[in-house]
């Protein structure tokens, strides 16, 4: 019978340990005995606490998940006061932050993400994650643009972000500033056109004033 704790210590070690072995293995190659032996435990744990291979891989991508998006409201928070560009932006941040783009983790949301389309529950998960981000996105974007608006911007902008990363990945290492600017080049030409957009209502309201003169 596990000692009261363990499970609070070998969780995140056995997620841990997944990572480094899809790192050096891939997600089909990180076997439960693999995992187990640079874990340092017994295949038998990871069983028990996980309910076998599928178990483990859902718990360590709901880890890395839950991760982003603490680092995603800390980022958020610090733009409390400031545009919704900036907020868009912070949420951009959070996306390549550090503990995003290590390459373990970066090969870790690859596999995740490739497996998805045939694993049910990974399939569930990667739906809450999409859904927890896109409405992170129109939250802010609705400060500015009416709703419909703010949801098309948000899934362009999502699809950057997956792009992004995508190639990144592919190529290496994701290049977190460039990737960024690229996301902020569109994001000024959309809030251009805002801008451009008010002027012309504004105008538009001024030549009615003057014809009602």
Same mark, same amino acid.
């Given at each position: ?58 718990? =360590?991508?709901?880890? %890395? !998940? ?6 995603? #409201? ?5 733009? /409390?006061?400031? +545009? ?71 899934? =362009?902008?999502?699809? %950057? !972000? ?6 990144? #990945? ?5 290049? /977190?500033?460039? +990737? ?34």
């Amino acid at each position: 019978m596990p000692k009261v704790g363990m499970p609070e210590i070998r969780k995140p070690q056995l997620i841990e340990a997944a990572i480094k072995a899809i790192d050096k293995y891939g997600f089909a190659g990180a076997t439960v005995s693999l995992i187990a032996k640079k874990a340092g435990v017994s295949p038998a744990i990871i069983n028990h606490y996980f309910g076998g291979k599928d178990g483990l891989y859902e718990a =360590t991508m709901r880890s %890395l !998940i839950r991760e982003f998006f603490e680092v995603l #409201s800390k980022e958020v928070t610090k733009t /409390k006061n400031k +545009s919704a560009k900036s907020k868009v932006m912070a949420i951009v941040t959070a996306s390549f932050s550090q503990s995003q783009t290590h390459p373990q983790v970066v090969k870790t949301w690859m596999g995740f993400w490739a497996s998805a389309m045939h694993t049910p529950s990974l399939y569930r998960l990667q739906n809450v994650y999409s859904k927890r981000l896109q409405s992170a996105l129109v939250c802010v974007l609705k400060e500015e643009f009416e709703r419909e608006k703010a949801r098309r911007i948000a899934l =362009t902008v999502a699809a %950057l !972000i997956d792009g992004m990363w995508l190639r990144g #990945s592919l190529a290496g290492g994701i290049d /977190k500033q460039e +990737s960024a600017e690229q996301i902020q080049a569109y994001l000024e030409l959309v809030f251009q056109d805002l801008v451009f957009s008010g002027l012309s209502v504004s105008k538009l309201n001024a030549s009615e004033s003057d014809l009602n003169t």
